[in-house]
């Protein structure tokens, strides 16, 4: 029974297109996290909620919007894709004091 | 913000080697994380280890937060052990990684 898991695994697509990545978790925790890991491997915090209201917001384009229908569920929309978006998203959650962090397996999306 | 450095940045052992990976970080933390991310992409949480030793297997780490930097272990590596090791340090509600030592161990 998969803890965090997030779809689709692989994302092609062209840009200017807008796509979403989903990510659920059912570990109970009460925070959610997306993560980008880019092509030199180097992971960065794009957002964080906790218990559905957005504590995180770094520096992000606003194509990218995220959206916690409940705190077991974080999807990610990006409008207009650009080619610098290729990379891997990461979904995260654990409780709020950090302990417990588990990764989703990834999304590679590539813009071409 | 917070600096986390990792060293060293690319690591090649045979199977059966002992190996050392290093953590530095720039300011006082009580959160510190180590990964493990395979060759397939999967990460994986290794330990939580804000202060003091923890060992799991022939995986062990230790936190000297006072003197800012954490170690890890890997005991008699194993093909399997390949992949980026990352430390990540925990500030206000998000994680800061740092960059990660690459391992090969070849067989």
């Known amino acids: 029974d998969t803890a965090v898991s997030q779809t689709p695994k692989y994302l092609v697509t062209q840009m200017g297109n807008d796509k979403s990545i989903k990510c659920e978790q059912n570990?109970?925790?009460?925070?959610m996290y997306w993560y980008k890991q880019d092509s030199k491997k180097f992971l960065k915090i794009m957002f964080s909620?906790?218990?559905?209201?957005?504590?995180i917001n770094e520096t992000v384009p606003n194509r990218f919007s995220p959206k916690s229908p409940d705190k077991a569920h974080l999807n990610l929309h990006i409008n207009s894709l650009e080619l610098g978006d290729s990379a891997v998203y990461f979904c995260?959650?654990?409780?709020?004091?950090?302990?417990?962090?588990?990764f989703g397996s990834g999304t590679r999306l590539t813009v071409v | 913000g917070i600096q986390v450095e990792q060293s060293p940045p690319d690591l090649i052992l045979q199977e059966g080697a002992n190996s050392t990976l290093r953590c530095n970080f720039s300011?006082?933390?009580?959160?510190l994380q180590w990964f493990h991310q395979n060759p397939w992409g999967q990460l994986i949480n290794l330990f939580y280890?804000?202060?003091g030793t923890k060992q799991n297997g022939r995986l062990s780490a230790t936190t000297v937060a006072t003197e800012r930097y954490s170690l890890l272990y890997i005991s008699s590596s194993q093909t399997t052990d390949s992949g980026v090791y990352f430390c990540?340090?925990?500030?206000?509600?998000?994680?800061?990684f740092g960059q990660g030592t690459r391992l090969t161990i070849n067989p």
């Open positions: 995260a959650s654990s409780q709020m004091t950090g302990f417990g962090y588990t």
């Open positions: 570990l109970g925790h009460d925070t």
């Open positions: 909620y906790n218990n559905k209201e957005l504590i």
């Open positions: 300011d006082s933390v009580n959160n």
């Open positions: 280890i804000p202060s």
């Open positions: 990540a340090v925990r500030v206000t509600q998000k994680l800061v």
